[in-house]
């Protein structure tokens, strides 16, 4: 397998990797722009732009744009995250050139027509109406919130129904054309694919646009503030989530971060799952994760209980954090590690993980570190590195809670930071 890189005139970047052996290939441009590139008054236009993307275009209209590439069996979709949104197609080999430009053609040619923006209003509307009776999709939504506030690193990515109300023709053309740059975009690909035929593809259909200027200011930092949100209401489960300041995607810590959430929470054998779940049997689902973003990141917990219970499973999962600091073992942090590179490599064997993977790892490091770079940076962390990162998150007062449901039994954040640190 072969990673190569091209870089057009006005900073357009192509990222590929043949997979020998494959009959599809994964096609897709990442912009590097998401919710958090949004103001204020922009909350939520993104990801308005997002599904706008697939309501018509100066050659196609909504339909022909899903018949193109389901005509050839393909699919296509796109998703909006905090640092990037993603518009992509899964397509037979011989059908790349065809999927490219229809992700172009959606890209460049969007006519935003009025009727189809009310209409697509409403789908989001549903969406976010959607959220709000998801309670372990909103818990993140108001984890995120807490953790960074005041800030458009916390805010939803569907944005307040108020604001996806006012959104017009103007306010998606400003967007566009203040974050879809050519060097704001990265066209990545794998699987059957040749990389000569799509830089001669991109370079006829983004290779004439002017490069837009960056404003740095536009993107805030990020500071991790903590606190606690706590909405009591009358549901089968409370839905308990916790998060402790981590480090970025990219300070080197991520690693022994990554492989701490594993030990905690990754899997049946983790600490919280065997203690919470199975030696106490106060929940169905717990987990534990590391998350990253490019000037900040945070180490979540999440679990389901009863109300009755709240109190004791949000107790443990603090208890066992502790615990972590002093006995983590050798075998524990060996599983771990070896979790992670089984998850990286299993899921390298998709040609959509690895096109995703090229992209956000050429948006971070403007290079692709190899398989086995990252291999080793795992394998480099010890069972010392993770007791010591296990202390620093029971000792730090970087710690945001989020709870929904018959919360009222539940301690509150200070009471569980004092038995953190105690």
Known sequence: MTIQLHTLSNGFR??????????????????????????????????????????????????QIAESIEDVGGYINAYTSREMTAFYARVLEDDVALGLDVISDILLNPVFDPAEIEVERGVILQ????????????????????????????????????????????DLKAFVGEHYGPNQ??????????????VREAEVLFGHLPAVPRAAELLQPAKFGGGERR??????????????????????EIYTA??????????????????????????????????????????????????????ELANVTVDEMKRAADDMSAAEVARAR?????GLLMGLESPSNRAERLARLLSIWNRIPSIDETIERIDDVTTGDVKDFAGQMAGQAGTAMALYGPAEAAPTLDALKARLAA
């Open 258 to 311: 990554q492989i701490y959430a594993n030990a905690m929470g990754g899997g049946m054998s983790s600490r919280l799952f065997q203690e919470v779940r199975e030696n106490r049997g106060l929940c169905y689902t717990i987990f534990a994760q590391a998350g990253a973003f490019e000037d900040s990141g945070m180490t979540t917990i999440y679990a389901g209980t009863s109300a009755e219970q709240i109190e």
């Open 338 to 342: 070896a979790q992670m590179k089984a």
């Open 231 to 252: 909405e009591n209401k009358a549901l089968e489960q409370v839905h308990f989530a916790l998060a402790l300041e981590g480090p970025t995607y990219l300070d080197p």
């Open 127 to 170: 969406e976010i109406g959607q959220a709000l009776d998801t309670p372990d999709d909103i818990i993140f939504d108001w984890l995120q919130e807490v953790a960074y506030p005041d800030q458009a690193l916390g805010r939803s990515i569907l944005g307040p129904s108020e604001r996806v109300s006012s959104f017009n023709r103007d």
């Open 14 to 63: 192509i990222v590929t990797e043949n997979m020998p052996g494959l009959k599809s290939s994964s096609i897709g441009i990442w912009v590097q722009a998401g919710g958090r590139h949004e103001r204020l008054e922009q909350n939520g236009i993104a990801h308005f732009l997002e599904h706008m993307a697939f309501k018509g275009t100066k050659t196609r209209s909504a339909l």
């Open 185 to 198: 975009m990265i066209l990545s690909a794998a699987g059957a694919i040749d990389h000569d035929a799509i």
